[in-house]
Antibody, heavy 125, light 107 residues
Framework: QVQLVQSGAEVKKPGASVRVSCKAS????????IHWVRQAPGQRLEWMGG????????KNSQKFQDRVTFTRDTSASTAYMELRSLRSDDTAVYYC??????????????????WGQGSLVTVSS | DIQMTQSPSSLSASVGDRVTITCRAS??????LNWYQQRQGQAPKHLIF???TLQTGIPARFSGSGSGTEFTLTINSLQPEDFATYYC?????????FGGGTKVEIK
């Protein structure tokens, strides 16, 4: 079965960087993109961007443009998200999610069909 | 960016009730609208794509409708496992954006 397993919780100081990993199993890794969504305490889900697993092309939210990098290691079936210059308002649960593109009656629709369990990143001095 | 607004932000209902959640987009997104369910402490779970197409394995008591800027998620005969927070998400254009969520609580 499809699984996305993320790395564990992290505690970081302001100004530091964090890298979260997302290991995929149960499907051919290079078939689907992996995107990242975060959720601050009591807040809505917030899309950060993602990476194509086949060609490493990335798509970033403007909000994080200069601070986030998405990479992947196809040999390890793992995607990574690195966020730099951390601030207290980056405290959140970070999720990876697989992007599925469905084709119905000539149209195409994308959605996040499988999600990792989430990785809590706490930024505190 | 396309803003997604959900209403209500929370509601109380009983097992067996019919529940309707509304999601409005700040501009037309055709039917590029997804719904997710998030139980407390868990990752979101995909329910519906293309506004009204049920994901495989999702019970038929869930249904979605709408196009353009107004969408609804309906849960017929609410079950105990349905008490959760529901989010809409537009996939019409980047950046992908989510609604603020609707928490369905037990009355």
């Amino acid at each position: 079965q499809v699984q996305l397993v993320q790395s564990g919780a992290e505690v970081k100081k302001p100004g530091a960087s964090v890298r979260v990993s997302c290991k995929a199993s149960g499907y051919t890794f290079t078939t689907y993109a992996i995107h990242w969504v975060r959720q601050a305490p009591g807040q809505r889900l917030e899309w950060m961007g993602g990476i194509s697993a086949v060609n490493a092309k990335t798509k970033n939210s403007q909000k994080f443009q200069d601070r986030v990098t998405f990479t992947r290691d196809t040999s390890a079936s793992t995607a990574y998200m690195e966020l730099r210059s951390l601030r207290s308002d980056d405290t959140a649960v970070y999720y990876c999610a697989r992007v599925r593109v469905a084709s119905i009656t000539g149209g195409m629709w994308s959605y996040f069909d499988y999600w990792g369990q989430g990785s809590l990143v706490t930024v505190s001095s | 960016d396309i803003q997604m607004t959900q209403s209500p932000s929370s509601l109380s209902a009983s097992v067996g009730d019919r529940v309707t959640i509304t999601c409005r987009a700040s501009q037309s997104i055709s039917n590029s609208l997804n719904w997710y369910q998030q139980r407390q402490g868990q990752a979101p779970k995909h329910l519906i794509f293309a506004a009204s197409t049920l994901q495989t394995g999702i019970p038929a008591r869930f249904s979605g409708s709408g196009s353009g800027t107004e969408f609804t998620l309906t849960i017929n005969s609410l079950q105990p496992e349905d008490f959760a927070t529901y989010y809409c998400q537009q996939s019409s254009s980047f950046p992908v954006t989510f609604g603020g969520g609707t928490k369905v609580e037990i009355k």
